[in-house]
Nanobody
Framework: QVQLVESGGGLVQPGGSLRLSCAAN????????MGWYRQAPRKQRELVAR???????NYLDSAKGRFTISRDNLKSTVTLQMNSLKPEDTAVYYC????????????WGQGTQVTVSS
């Protein structure tokens, strides 16, 4: 069992920055692929960024060059640094953990609201 707790959301002006953090407990954090998803009103949840246990990353096209995902296996945390935020980044952001073995159920955090508005 993995528990994920996000923090760091809020209201920011266009062009601003926010840093989201996700703290995990309950399992061997280092083996999990960690990710950040988001869901805007009336839209499907989408993957924003993901980082594997080996440190490989991939990003939503619109996030490339603006967002950076990182992990600290000693602290069992994953962070999403978001720069140059745009109104279209407004969404609830969810932390996600996926174990590497076949058939493993994913874990989700409770979500944190990010609002980009002037």
């Amino acid at each position: 069992q993995v528990q994920l707790v996000e923090s760091g959301g809020g209201l920011v002006q266009p062009g601003g920055s926010l840093r989201l953090s996700c703290a995990a407990n309950g399992s061997i954090f280092s083996i999990y692929t960690m990710g950040w998803y988001r869901q805007a009103p009336r839209k499907q949840r989408e993957l924003v960024a993901r980082i594997t246990s080996g440190g490989s990353t991939n990003y939503l096209d619109s996030a490339k060059g603006r967002f950076t995902i990182s992990r600290d296996n000693l602290k069992s945390t994953v962070t999403l640094q978001m720069n140059s935020l745009k109104p279209e980044d407004t969404a609830v952001y969810y932390c996600h953990a996926q174990a590497p073995w076949y058939g493993a159920a994913p874990y989700w955090g409770q979500g944190t609201q990010v609002t980009v508005s002037s």
